[in-house]
């Protein structure tokens, strides 16, 4: 979900925090059965939310190779336009609605262990 961006240990123990949060066990208590299908619907929102903000990423990365490096615009306001839209897509809080269907599947299919 995760390997993309930096943090890693960041990420990693956030994402932790959020099951154990869900189903009320605390580290390092093992998680139960009875709680598989709470993990896989946090999975699939962090899922949700971990690939819009890579979307959201690659394009404030293309547009800045675009337009401040190789057309040599103005780089403050160009920056000042992607962190609108950045501020904007997080206000609006628009995720992908549709997941890959080899995750979806997976996701079904761990949902179904119970």
């Not at 336009?81 to 996701?107: F, G, M, R, V, Y």
């Amino acid at each position: 979900m995760t390997q993309n961006f930096r943090f890693r240990d960041a990420w990693n123990n956030a994402i932790w925090y959020a099951l154990r949060e869900v189903t009320g066990i605390p580290s390092p208590n093992p998680f139960e059965v009875r709680y598989i299908p709470a993990i896989a619907e946090e999975c699939e929102r962090i899922w949700q939310v971990t690939q819009h903000l890579q979307e959201l990423i690659v394009e404030a990365e293309k547009t800045v190779i675009k337009r401040i490096v190789r057309k040599r615009e103005d780089a403050n306001f160009v920056l000042k336009q992607i962190e609108d839209i950045l501020a904007s897509e997080s206000s609006k809080n628009q995720l992908t609605n549709s997941l890959w269907k080899c995750h979806k599947a997976k996701l079904i299919d761990f949902e179904k262990r119970t």
